[in-house]
């Protein structure tokens, strides 16, 4: 990622500048003092990701980020700075993160991992999005899209305001409903004033890509009709409620959807309101990576089982069920090599992190596998 540091004190641009050669996905590209004159460079050369000092003597690191979204507005913004006091103006330009100063490598390896995902998943939606068809993609973070172009939200709340819209699909909700759930520490007058300036950011932002008319109010009420725009939440509940049977002429229909669960539903975006949603999705995700699996291992495909074996373990890493379906198909490629270091490392991290030894039946498998003993055998149970 092209990546460009702005910030008036020196060291602390150089501070910053040596953290980040520590991870190989990012290249600085320039380092700045002086804000004014990252904009003939963002003119000039592709930029991906700007570290943007707020408090600076030539222009605020708000307006300076305003004027680099409206030149690119695919470049990333990380604010920085040592007044918390910005911190909501900060995401009022929909930055990835907010730093305080002075930076501390534990606390930027979890804004990187958050750049790192941002742009991961941007590269992954690439070939999708060079069909000039409006997407709205709610798994990992929220984006409403079209080809290459991405809505630039006015504010945090315009866009956190098109998620909660989006969230009931098509139905109506009151205003006073939306008001409690997002303006819920406001004066009843404000806050009506923030809904309607919001509504209207929101709207703005939806007409670049045609859908202005998408947000509909009757009596009170507003409603994101999202009418034959994909929606990927949409689309992998759709796959999920077909209750059919898995069978070689719908797997590849369940593969697809696992595919388009990017991270969890609007995880990025840290929304209270959307947690049940978030649990829900969780749910249905690990439900299918587990029906999956079990179709290629019902079939003998073991080397088609294992990834999505190891997905179900990425979300529940202490499920030793998961680890035994994991173990018993390594056995059954001769994948010894794998199979040994697998259980070294359950039986390690049962012991480090829980505290507890492995069960009597997952030793038993390892024992018996190992002495080429075992006939194997598996239900749901991974048994």
Known sequence: MRTILVDDERPALKNLERFLKEYDYIEVIGAYTDVTMIFEEI????????????????????????????????????????????????????????VMKPI??????????????RYSNRELLSPQRSKEENKILCFGNFEIIRGQQEIKWRTSKAKELAAYLVYYRGKFVHRTKIIEELWHNKEEEQATKLLHTNIYYVRNGLKSLKLD?????S?????????????????????????????????????????LYRG????ENDYY????????????YMNMLITISDFYIIQGNYSKAIP????????????????RKLLHAYVYMEDYTSFKEHYKNISNVFKRELGVELSNITKELFKNSIQGKSEITIDNKGR
């Not at 999202?226 to 990927?232: E, K, P, R, S």
């Not at 939440?233 to 999920?240: L, M, N, Q, T």
């Open 43 to 98: 003119k000039k050369e592709k930029v991906h990701l700007v570290f943007l000092d707020i408090e600076m003597p030539k222009m605020k690191g708000i307006e300076a980020a305003e004027k680099i979204l409206k030149l690119d507005n695919n470049v990333q913004i990380v604010f920085i700075t040592a007044y918390n006091d910005y911190a909501v103006d900060a995401f009022e330009v929909d930055a990835i993160d907010y």
């Open 104 to 117: 501390m490598k534990k606390r930027l390896d979890k804004t990187m991992e958050r750049v790192k995902k």
């Open 213 to 217: 008319q998408a947000i509909i109010y």
């Open 219 to 259: 009596n009170e009420m507003y409603k994101f009709d999202i009418g034959t725009v994909f929606c990927d939440v949409e689309e992998f509940d759709k796959a999920f409620n077909s209750n059919m049977g898995t069978n070689n002429n719908n797997i590849e229909i369940l593969e697809k959807s696992i595919q």
């Open 264 to 267: 969890d539903y609007l995880e």
């Open 273 to 284: 309101w959307a947690m049940n949603e978030q649990a829900r999705f969780s749910r249905i």
């Open 308 to 323: 999505y074996l190891k997905a179900i373990l990425g979300k529940n890493p202490y499920s030793e069920e998961i680890h």
